[in-house]
């Protein structure tokens, strides 16, 4: 290694932002800092479990499911600009999915039995291919025709989940979902690992936390590639993305299969946490949630889609809580001006339109307002 290469090092180290290549600066983990912090969260999660009640477990194994759809949505409405509502649509066609290739049968219910190592990716690449084939209509329209659009999607395929029953069970009965065993082990089953007994619970939150990582790895890589960069000119302009040679029905398209694509397999780890599926599971309220992680969270951030996830997984949990210290609001199954749901519902729509106006970056816009605070303290710019 020669001298100038030892200094230019040695300037980096000591200058974490100062990047010497565009290929450094677009890296996963750019600076030392960044890498340390990552790994002490990973850490973190996975020993955390092992602390908390089987509640608060399944609360943190739901969390790292809906970061996963939230990754999705933010890859189709945050990086290629294209507003959709039909999340819980391609989330219900992956759970269906996994539920027949992976569940029992039942009477006139269909199930497979087959392992999870088969029935989830394909839980995922099933409402891919239906994104790909209606990814050409979606692509014509945009704005809030593009909302209208997915919109309709929710309500038909509600209708058709109803009517499928040898598929869903049918309206008010369901279906139990696909059984997680992984070559022969059963990831939803009480474990004895040396000695150490570990609650169903915990076993399937390391195994969706494992899920969670490969995702967000992932999709952080592909965002940062050419078609992440696609997506962007696509979003920022597409008039002037296209002028550029950019292919707006192949940008659009790809956005639409790989957002269906997470969200196929968020569906289907989904419908594990919540036992029995109904068609009536994957409504319009389902996508708002999945809407107000990516608005609240921040646009265009995969940190952000997990920050998103926190906070609309656990404000049900916190309101409940409040709510017996508020004269007036009920909790879960209680009487009131407003019960938790509908007053949950208020707080999402006045934070994303809270958002919108002050910090359209989200939490995540919060969080680096605060570091840059920091950073520059004690001077005012």
């Not at 409402?127 to 038909?156: E, N």
């Not at 936390?209 to 590639?225: D, E, H, K, Q, T």
């Not at 049900?316 to 709510?323: F, H, R």
Request: glycine content about 12%; overall charge positive; aromatic content about 12%.
């Amino acid at each position: 290694m020669t001298t100038a290469t030892k200094e230019s090092l040695r300037t980096v180290k000591g200058r974490p932002q100062l990047f010497t290549s565009y290929a450094r600066e677009m890296s996963i983990f750019n600076t030392r800092v960044k890498r340390n912090w990552v790994i002490v969260a990973i850490i973190a999660m996975v020993i955390i479990p092992f602390f908390l009640t089987r509640d608060w477990v399944a609360l943190l194994t739901t969390v790292l499911i809906f970061a996963i759809g939230g990754i999705g949505l933010n890859i189709l409405t945050g990086y290629a600009g294209q507003v959709s509502l039909g999340q819980a649509f391609f989330m219900g066609v992956g759970a269906y999915t996994a539920a027949v290739l992976g569940g029992e049968a039942q009477g006139k219910v269909i199930g497979l039995g087959l392992d999870m190592i088969i029935w989830l990716p394909l839980a995922g690449l099933v409402p891919a291919l239906v994104a790909f084939v209606l990814a050409p209509l979606a692509a014509r329209v945009r704005g809030l025709y593009l909302a209208i659009l997915t919109l309709g999607l929710v309500f038909i395929g509600e209708h058709i989940f109803k009517e499928a029953k040898p598929i869903t069970g049918g309206a008010g009965v369901g279906r139990a979902p696909a059984e997680p065993v992984f070559l022969g082990f059963n990831l939803f089953s009480n474990q004895t690992i040396l000695g150490y007994r570990i609650d169903r619970f915990t076993v399937f939150y390391v195994a969706c936390l494992v899920i969670f990582l490969v995702m967000a790895f992932g999709a952080r890589n592909f965002v940062r590639s050419r078609f992440g960069r696609n997506f962007a000119a696509v979003r920022d302009r597409d008039v002037a993305a296209e002028v550029m040679g950019v292919s707006l029905l192949r940008t659009k398209t790809l956005a639409f299969t790989v957002s269906s694509f997470y969200a196929g397999i968020s569906g289907a780890l989904l419908s594990i946490v919540i036992g029995r599926i109904s068609p009536e599971t994957w409504n319009i309220f389902l996508s708002i949630d999945f809407l107000a992680v990516v608005f609240i969270g921040g646009l265009a951030t995969i940190s952000g889609s997990i920050m998103g996830a926190v906070f609309v997984v656990m404000l049900p949990k916190l309101v409940n809580t409040l709510t017996g210290f508020i004269p007036g609001f009920g909790g879960i199954g209680e009487g009131g001006l407003l019960n938790v749901f509908e007053l949950q519902t208020i707080i999402f729509g006045l934070l994303i339109i809270l958002f919108l106006i002050l910090e359209p970056r989200g939490l995540y816009g919060l969080w680096l307002r605060l570091r840059n605070y920091f950073k520059a303290w004690p001077f005012s710019y």
